[in-house]
């Protein structure tokens, strides 16, 4: 069975950082760190058979094994016939063996026993299930942590890294990546801990299986009984259902528990179990405290201009009903919360001009000639440009002003609607240093469109100002190639 949420696409424009860094820290640790557990077994059973602690253990074992297992006479002959390093594997990682073991008065009356039993387990405690896995009745802090970071087999890491990456990536957008990181390491610490508390065994366990139910966890407790899309997988079955989300934290539970009870299987149920709800607390109670901040547009699956777009159309709305003072206070605060926005220039720019107020005007200039240069904004740039033909509209002819505009249109190859611009700069107190530059520009296109009256204004003006400049020398020689 399976049931999975299907609520949200991947936005790849704002990919899932801190759950590509999990998984990227998982798949190294497997590879580069549990890729030598291989080597470090091998060392342990030679370690141990080295000490000649199997003859000496071998029937204790067995005895043991067969009496904790309820092995049936077939299955106790099997383990009697093992070869030494295969019975080995198993006496060494037999935790609970070990431990009884030591408890026996033979072994502490042995000092060579002891010192052979020692290297043995010392060899077999570097080996990473061991060493930072999780075991409930040995307690540590390093198994507590690091068993969220080992797996058995590269099966159990694809399938924990395709479910992390499955609910990762929307909590982590829903919820912010430190706060979502916190609660994943929280909630996969939990998980082991409910095992400790529950079944303090002699098992160790790894995985990151009890942090990515505490995802699964956290989902639910997110959109609790908002309804949202599930893929599921029954058997031949398999489609998607819309419902609550809360519906379905009873189904995973179930589904866990009935592993617990009744499945034979080395699936670790207790930490599936405390992960999820783990995780369902993590997000549910901070709610009720009112202290869970949550991206609520993208829960909401608001457009991301959405909240733009309506105060756009308010901003409308008042312009519409002629309540100029309110759309120009409006319109300035709308600038400092959404600057660049080229909808909204558009609306405020006539405000300002036809008002002649210094205050909005002023900012709708400034980002009006920074927005990013595409065909969308020449219109209202040559509308600029009209405007500062005009005399009552002397603010669009400062020399800054008409600098920028200037440089826009050359670049938007509007060489004509660029003149008006250039002898505004010309007769300025002070012209601006790129002058020349910005003349010689200007005199390639006009050039090309075939107005030699232009041509010869610019050569004029340059020959005046800059005789010595390179852009005079180049603008001749333009000339001379435009008269043959």
């Known amino acids: 069975m399976l049931i999975i949420p299907a609520e949200h696409p991947l936005d790849w424009k704002k ?18 760190y549990q890729g ?19 003859s000496r253990e071998r ?17 106790q002959r099997y383990i009697e016939r093992m070869a030494g390093t295969a019975l080995t594997r198993l006496v060494l990682y037999d935790l609970q063996f070990e431990h009884d073991l030591h408890q026996r008065t033979d072994y502490q009356a042995d000092p060579q026993w002891q010192a052979a039993r020692q290297r043995a387990e010392a060899a077999r405690d570097k080996v990473s299930s061991i060493r930072f896995g999780f075991i409930p009745a040995r307690f540590t802090v390093e198994g507590l942590v690091g068993a969220m970071f080992l797996h058995g087999s590269i099966d159990h890491l694809v399938g924990n890294m395709l479910f992390l990456f499955i609910f990762g990536f929307a909590l982590e957008i829903a919820l912010g990546r430190w706060l979502y990181l916190g609660l994943y390491l929280a909630t996969g610490i939990a998980s082991h ?26 989902y639910i407790g997110l959109y609790g009984l908002r309804r949202i899309n599930f893929f599921y997988w029954l058997g031949p079955f398999f489609g998607y259902l819309r419902a609550p989300a809360l519906w379905i934290l009873p189904v995973w539970l179930g589904k866990e528990l009935y592993g617990l009870l009744w499945a034979k299987d080395n699936v670790n149920y207790y930490a599936h179990l405390g992960g999820l709800a783990a995780g369902y607390m993590g997000i549910w109670l901070p709610q009720m405290l009112g202290r869970l901040k949550v991206n609520q547009a993208y829960l909401d699956k608001e457009q991301p201009d959405a909240a733009f777009t309506r105060e756009l159309a308010s901003l409308d709305q008042v312009l519409e009903r002629f309540d100029l003072e309110a759309a120009a206070a409006r319109g300035l605060d709308l600038l400092s919360r959404y600057p660049g926005r080229l909808a909204l220039l558009q609306r405020l720019y006539p405000l300002a001009l036809n008002r002649r107020d210094k205050a909005l005007l002023s900012p709708v200039l400034q980002q009006l000639l920074r927005l990013p240069e595409s065909t969308d904004s020449l219109p209202l740039l040559q509308r600029l440009a009209r405007d500062s033909a005009e005399p009552q509209h002397r603010i ?9 505009l200037l440089q826009r249109l050359l670049r938007a190859g509007q060489g004509q609607q660029a003149i008006a611009c250039w002898r505004h700069l010309c007769t300025a107190q002070k012209a601006p240093d790129n002058l020349p530059i910005l003349t010689l ?7 090309n469109q075939g107005d030699k009256a232009t041509l010869a204004e610019l050569a004029s003006l340059l020959h005046s100002r800059y005789p010595d400049s390179e852009q005079t ?10 008269a043959r």
């Open 15 to 32: 990919p899932p950082v801190m759950t590509l860094l999990l998984i990227l820290l998982n798949v190294l640790v497997y590879l580069l």
């Open 36 to 54: 030598g557990d291989e080597q470090r077994e091998q060392q342990a059973v030679q370690t141990y058979l080295d000490g000649g602690l199997l």
């Open 59 to 75: 029937e204790l074992f067995i005895d043991a094994f067969v009496s904790r297992h309820d092995l049936d006479a077939d299955e």
């Open 193 to 218: 801990l409910l095992w400790w508390l529950l079944d303090p065994v002699w098992i160790s366990g790894v995985g990151a299986s009890g942090a990515v139910s505490g995802l699964m966890g956290m």
């Open 396 to 404: 669009l002819q400062h020399p800054s002003v008409q600098a920028h």
């Open 441 to 447: 520009m200007l005199a390639k296109q006009v050039g």
């Open 473 to 482: 020398r180049q603008l001749e020689q333009l000339r001379a190639h435009l």
